[in-house]
Structures are given as structure tokens and as C-alpha cells.
């Protein structure tokens, strides 16, 4: 039976391998390969973060928590929570630890429930099915047609509209809440409302990637394989997108507040793009920072006796985002523009299409 191998790549882009199994663990012990490094199988060109995978989670593991021993735990005065080295609060129950006191804004790490964080996905999918039933039905019984190819092309039209005006809508209101709301220091919060600050990413327990320490990223890679229709042309196909965000501060010049950013629209920054030498793969990680500095508009709510930025109803955004508030409108607008010309050039674009496929 062969033996199966591996090849790592670097942040950099720069690629290792392939090497054994053995191999690869041997570097992962020497510290030669990191946890936000990428591993993949040799010929699978599927890119993966190296502490994902299950074969080498136990090593990276080991070292975590050799490098723990050294460094010393830190425990949390109060709930005795075990914290990372570079921790500057526990992120459980917020208390600072420089001071050994309760920090008010800090917010509670915990996981929303899944209808709320998927709430504009699921919203999405029963509109599209339903757009698309409703072209069926109008095509059957309102006004009847025996062309096939018509009744999917309006299926297709009305989905695409659907579509279209879902995201416009989105996109009108966060830009609503965003122009009528003022900019507010974080001392004058001192009850729920809806809020709108400006401040600086604080975080005690933030996501590696890249050697960036993110409270948010969105890490895309992409492959070049051979287009489907045409053996001559390439494409470049997404294989690997991850997603994530942990719960994080903002701090002004007046005091800091907490953020659980669970269902928020974020706008991230680039924080790094890049390839191979010879075009075969393609990465973009996009992300929001330790102390970088950020907009927030949203809900603050009440939870256990500490304010805190939650999206709590689904009419109401939670925007978190690295651009300036003019910014951000002007990327809003042109949003808008883009979503509105889509679905003013959709139905000739669709009936072209099925005129030719015709």
C-alpha cells in the first residue's frame, strides 16, 4: 500500500512537500509547521488549516499546552476561569485582569441559537421557493403556456428578482440606520437602545490566522481547474471558505463596551491576497483586527447586570464593520446600484440565455 503524503503551505505561499506522515508530524512537534499553516493531501489540492484536521490536532494540542506550562496559566479572580497567556479579561464573567475588577462592557462568550444566526438564510431560501412556485402556478393556470423552456425561464427570472430585492432591502435598511443614528461615547450608554460608536477591537481570547490575532475573518482559497465547457479555458473554484468570530470589545476615550457580534453584517478588511508563483491557486483572507479600529451600529441590550451590543431582533442590523461611517454608506449605495441594475438586466440576460439553449 503506498504511503500517504502531505504538502504545507505557508502563509507566504510558499509550499513544503510532499513529505510522509511521520514527517509531517515530526515538523508539526518542531514547530515548523504552525496551526494556521495549510496541509493538503498530495493530488488532492485540498487546502485545509492544519489544526482542523483530525490526524494532527493531538500534536498541535501538546504544544498548546507545553507552551501553557511555560508561560503559567492565568486564572480569572473571580470564576477561576484557565485564560490564555495574553489574555487581558476573562471574556466569562468580564473581569480585568490588571486591576482584578469587573469591566462593564465586556461581553459573555455564548452561542446564539441557530435560527437566529441563520435567520436571513432561511428568510432567503422560502422566498426564492416561493417566487419560484408562485411563476409556476401564474404559468399553468393564470395565464397558461405550453412551452416548457418559457415556464423556466420565468422560474428562473422570478427567482433572480427575489433575490435581487432581498438584498436591496437589506441593504436600504442598514443604510437607513446608519444615516439617523449619531455617533455616541460609550460612558453615555446607560441603558438598552439602539446605538451607534466608534472605538478601538479589544479582546482577550482572539482567532489566530495568518499570525493575526482577529476577533472576525473570512478565509477564502480558491483552485485553477479546467472550465467544464470549454477543455481550453481555466476557471478558479472556491474549495475551502472558513468563517468565524468570537466575542470581542470596543474601546473610546470614555470607556469600553462589549459586542457579541452573532448575526452581524460585518465589513471587513483585506488583510492579506495571494498565490502561487505559477496562478495554480488563489487566497484572500479578509478580517477585523485586535485593535484595529471599527464601527458598530446595533441593539445594546441588559444581560446579567452588563450592557452590551447583541442582535437581539431580526428588523434591526448589527453592523461591525473596519470602514468609517462615510465609507460605509458610499459602499451601501453602490450595493443598492449594483443589486438594482442586476434585476433591471435579469430578465433580458434569462431570455437570451433560453432563447439560445432554444
Not at 131 to 155: E, Q
Not at 239 to 249: A, I
Not at 347 to 354: K, N, T
Request: hydrophobic share 40%; glycine share 8%; charged share 25%.
Amino acid at each position: 500500500m503506498t504511503e500517504e503524503k502531505w504538502k504545507v503551505k505557508k502563509p507566504d505561499g510558499s509550499i513544503y512537500g510532499p513529505v510522509s506522515t511521520g514527517t509531517l508530524q515530526k515538523w508539526i512537534k518542531e514547530k515548523r509547521v504552525l496551526p494556521e499553516d495549510f496541509i493538503s493531501r498530495e493530488g488532492k489540492e485540498e487546502w485545509k488549516f492544519a489544526r482542523l484536521l483530525p490526524l494532527f490536532q493531538e500534536f498541535f494540542g501538546s504544544s498548546e499546552q507545553g507552551k501553557a506550562k511555560i508561560a503559567g496559566e492565568a486564572h480569572c479572580p473571580y470564576c477561576q476561569k484557565v485564560l490564555p497567556p495574553e489574555a487581558t479579561f476573562c471574556i466569562s464573567c468580564g473581569t480585568d485582569l490588571k486591576t482584578g475588577k469587573k469591566v462593564g462592557g465586556v461581553v459573555v462568550a455564548r452561542e446564539s441559537p441557530w435560527i437566529k444566526r441563520h435567520l436571513g438564510s432561511v428568510v432567503l431560501a422560502l422566498l426564492i421557493v416561493l417566487s419560484g412556485v408562485g411563476a409556476f402556478l401564474f404559468s399553468r393556470y393564470i395565464h397558461p403556456v405550453n412551452d416548457i423552456w418559457i415556464i423556466v425561464s420565468w422560474i428562473v427570472i422570478s427567482a433572480g428578482e427575489t433575490v435581487c430585492l432581498y438584498f436591496i432591502v437589506r441593504f436600504v435598511v442598514v443604510l437607513a440606520f446608519v444615516k439617523k443614528t449619531p455617533t455616541t461615547k460609550i460612558a453615555d450608554i446607560k441603558k438598552e437602545g439602539f446605538f451607534e460608536v466608534k472605538g478601538k477591537v479589544l479582546c482577550g481570547a482572539p482567532e489566530v490566522v495568518y499570525g493575526l490575532k482577529c476577533v472576525y475573518y473570512d478565509y477564502v482559497h480558491y483552485t485553477r481547474k479546467r472550465d467544464f465547457f470549454h477543455s481550453t479555458r481555466y476557471r478558479y473554484v472556491r474549495d475551502v471558505q472558513e468563517r468565524k468570530w468570537v466575542p470581542f470589545s470596543v474601546e473610546d476615550d470614555t470607556g469600553e463596551i462589549g459586542v457579541n457580534p452573532a448575526g452581524a453584517f460585518f465589513e471587513p478588511e483585506v488583510l492579506n491576497r495571494g498565490g502561487s508563483i505559477i496562478g495554480e491557486e488563489r487566497d484572500t483572507l479578509r478580517g477585523i483586527t485586535v485593535g484595529s479600529r471599527v464601527y458598530i451600529l446595533g441593539e445594546v441590550i441588559n444581560y446579567n447586570g452588563t450592557l452590551q451590543f447583541e442582535k437581539k431582533k431580526s428588523i434591526l442590523p448589527l453592523v461591525v464593520s473596519s470602514k468609517p461611517e462615510s465609507k460605509l454608506t458610499i459602499f451601501l449605495i453602490l450595493r443598492i446600484l449594483l443589486f438594482i441594475i442586476i434585476g433591471i438586466l435579469l430578465p433580458f440576460g434569462v431570455s437570451y440565455l433560453f432563447t439560445y439553449i432554444r
